[in-house]
């Protein structure tokens, strides 16, 4: 089944992303109302700097419980990022890319030309390729 399938048959394409300069509190249901676990976070120039998870929003928001954030400057996506993003090529072997996720233990590699996001492949993207992709385009 992953003979010949490389990253760009099976990545998601059209990523939302977020900017180093937002502001996390404006940020804050971006997964959920979008249902993603994983942005990278891209500069002026659309390059790569960095990844967001789901995780680090929670993270954050738990900091903030503690802290009372609402005597502090404004946190920023830069502040909760992860830097630098792990970054693959879309044309790595899927193979590849699932033992990068293990031997890294992470769920998300931002695909790049040079530093220009091209799309982002996740634990779920590999999942639904070995189920059988077709049947879970709608997810």
Same mark, same amino acid.
């Given at each position: ?8 048959? +099976?990545?998601?394409?059209? %990523? ?8 996390? /509190?404006?940020?804050? $249901?971006? *997964? !959920? &109302?979008?249902? +993603?676990?994983?942005?990278? %976070? ?8 960095? /990844?967001?998870?789901? $995780?680090? *929003? !929670? &993270? ?80």
């Amino acid at each position: 089944m992953m003979d010949e399938v490389y990253v760009r048959d +099976i990545m998601t394409n059209s %990523v939302l992303t977020l900017a180093p300069d937002d502001r996390v /509190l404006d940020k804050l $249901k971006v *997964f !959920e &109302n979008n249902g +993603i676990n994983h942005a990278p %976070v891209v500069d002026q120039k659309d390059e790569v700097v960095g /990844l967001v998870s789901r $995780k680090d *929003f !929670e &993270n954050y928001v738990n900091i903030v419980k503690i802290m009372q954030a609402g005597e502090r400057e404004p946190i920023l996506i830069r502040d909760i990022m992860t830097t630098p993003a792990f970054t693959y090529s879309e044309n790595v072997h899927i193979g590849a890319a699932a033992q990068a996720m293990i031997d890294n233990q992470i769920h998300a590699i931002v695909i790049v030309d040079g530093q220009r996001l091209v799309g982002i492949l996740t634990s779920t993207d590999l999942l639904k390729h070995m189920a059988g992709r077709e049947r879970y385009d709608r997810l």
